[in-house]
C-alpha cells in the first residue's frame, strides 16, 4: 500500500480538463509545500511536471497545473492532448523516517 | 545538459551479488544529492535512499536499510547501488535521479532493469 493515495485510473476525451487527487497526511501532503508530480510514459523514467505544489519545470506545457488543500494535492491537465496519455504519480516530502513517498499512480486514458 | 545514464540490464540468479551504476555529466556531480528510486512491475516508484556525491554522505529508507550499499566516485562522477545477496523479489526497474528541491527529482537515469530469477 503507497503512502499517498491517488485514483487508479481517469480519463477524458481530446479537449477536456481532467483532475488527478493525492491523499496524503499531515506529516506529508498537509504538511509541507513539497508536493511533486510526474508523468510517466511506458517504459520510459518518469518525468518530472509538477514541483513545489504548483511549479512547472521549463519546458513544461502550461496546460499541466498543481494545487493542494489540507492534506489532499491536486494535478489538473487542461486541453487534453493523446499525448497526456501516460501513468501520473504525486510524491511529497515526508517527516517520517522515508523522507520521499509517492502515490500508487493514476492511469489517464484519453478516449 | 544534464545527463543520467545508468548502466545496462542485468539477468542473475538469487544469491548472487550486483554492483549497477549512473554516470552524471553537464553539471557538478559533487554537488548534487542523487537518489535511487525502485519500481517494481506495475507498481509505482518507491524511494531507497539518498548519497551526497561530494563527502558520500547516504540516508537510507527504513525498508532498504541493510538490503542495498549506495556509494558514489566523485572522480568519475558515477553513483552505484549495490547488493550482496540478491532475491527473486529484487526484480524491478532501478532509476537514479538527481534531487532539486526536498522530494523533487528534475533528472532521472533510463533506468537499469535487474531481473533475479533461478
Known amino acids: 500500500q503507497s503512502a499517498l493515495t491517488q485514483p487508479a485510473s481517469v480519463s477524458g476525451s481530446p479537449g477536456q480538463s481532467i483532475t488527478i487527487s493525492c491523499t496524503g497526511t499531515n506529516s506529508d501532503v498537509g504538511g509541507y509545500n513539497y508536493v511533486s508530480w510526474y508523468q510517466q510514459h511506458p517504459g520510459k523514467a518518469p518525468k518530472l511536471i509538477i514541483y513545489e505544489v504548483n511549479n512547472r519545470p521549463s519546458g513544461v506545457s502550461n496546460r499541466f497545473s498543481g494545487s493542494k488543500s489540507g492534506n489532499t494535492a491536486s494535478l489538473t491537465i487542461s486541453g487534453l492532448q493523446t499525448e497526456d496519455e501516460a501513468d501520473y504519480y504525486c510524491?511529497?516530502?515526508?517527516?517520517?523516517?522515508?523522507?520521499?513517498?509517492f502515490g500508487g499512480g493514476t492511469k489517464l486514458t484519453v478516449l | 545538459e544534464v545527463q543520467l545514464v545508468q548502466s545496462g540490464a542485468e539477468v542473475k540468479k538469487p544469491g548472487e551479488s550486483l554492483k549497477i551504476s549512473c554516470k552524471g555529466s553537464?553539471?557538478?556531480?559533487?554537488?548534487?544529492?542523487i537518489a535511487w528510486v525502485r519500481q517494481m512491475p506495475g507498481k509505482g516508484p518507491e524511494w531507497m535512499g539518498i548519497i551526497y556525491p561530494g563527502d558520500s554522505d547516504t540516508r537510507y529508507s527504513p525498508s532498504f536499510q541493510g538490503q542495498v550499499t549506495m556509494s558514489a566516485d566523485k572522480s568519475i562522477s558515477t553513483a552505484y547501488l549495490q547488493w550482496s545477496s540478491l532475491k527473486a523479489s529484487d526484480t524491478a526497474m532501478y532509476y537514479c535521479?538527481?534531487?532539486?528541491?526536498?522530494?523533487?527529482?528534475?533528472?532521472w537515469g533510463q533506468g537499469t532493469l535487474v531481473t533475479v530469477s533461478s
Open positions: 553537464g553539471y557538478s556531480f559533487a554537488t548534487y544529492w
Open positions: 510524491s511529497s516530502y515526508t517527516s517520517t523516517s522515508t523522507p520521499v513517498v
Open positions: 535521479a538527481r534531487r532539486y528541491s526536498s522530494g523533487s527529482y528534475p533528472y
